[in-house]
Nanobody
Framework: QVQLQESGPGLVLPSQTVSLTCTVS??????????WSWIRQSPGKGLEYLGS??????????YIGPSLKTRTSISRDTSKNQFSLRLTSVTPEDSAVYFC???????????????????WGQGTQVTVSP
C-alpha cells in the first residue's frame, strides 16, 4: 500500500514562497512505472496540476497552467523518499488545499491524466494572507 503525507507551513505572506514536502511511505519511490505530482484544490477552481516528477527524476511541466508554470518547481530527495514543491511569488489566489499524489503506469510512460491519481495524500491547507 502506497501512502503519501504532505508537510509544510500553513500560512505564507504574499510575494513569498510556498514550500511543501511529500513523504512516500512505500518502497517504490524510484521503482520504474511510478510517478509523483502536486495538485491543489480551491473553491470555484477545481483541481489544478502543479507539476510532477518520475521514478527516474524526470519532470513533466507541459500541462501546468500558464499562470503557474513559471512559478512552480518540483524536486526530490531519494535518500528520504521525498519530493517537494516550491511555488514562488504567491498571492491570496494561491490559497488552497495542496495534495501530493502518486500514479502507477507499469511502464516508462506517464499517466494520461494527472488529475486522476492512484494514490492521494490527505491534503494540507495553505493560506496566503498579509
Amino acid at each position: 500500500q502506497v501512502q503519501l503525507q504532505e508537510s509544510g507551513p500553513g500560512l505564507v505572506l504574499p510575494s513569498q514562497t510556498v514550500s511543501l514536502t511529500c513523504t512516500v511511505s512505500s518502497g517504490v519511490f524510484t521503482t520504474e512505472g511510478y510517478f509523483w505530482s502536486w495538485i491543489r484544490q480551491s473553491p470555484g477552481k477545481g483541481l489544478e496540476y502543479l507539476g510532477s516528477i518520475a521514478y527516474d527524476g524526470a519532470n513533466y511541466d507541459h500541462y501546468i497552467g500558464p499562470s503557474l508554470k513559471t512559478r512552480t518547481s518540483i524536486s526530490r530527495d531519494t535518500s528520504k523518499n521525498q519530493f517537494s514543491l516550491r511555488l514562488t511569488s504567491v498571492t491570496p489566489e494561491d490559497s488552497a488545499v495542496y495534495f501530493c499524489a502518486g500514479y502507477y503506469t507499469g511502464s516508462r510512460y506517464p499517466p494520461r491524466d494527472w488529475l486522476e491519481a492512484d494514490y492521494w495524500g490527505q491534503g494540507t491547507q495553505v493560506t496566503v494572507s498579509p
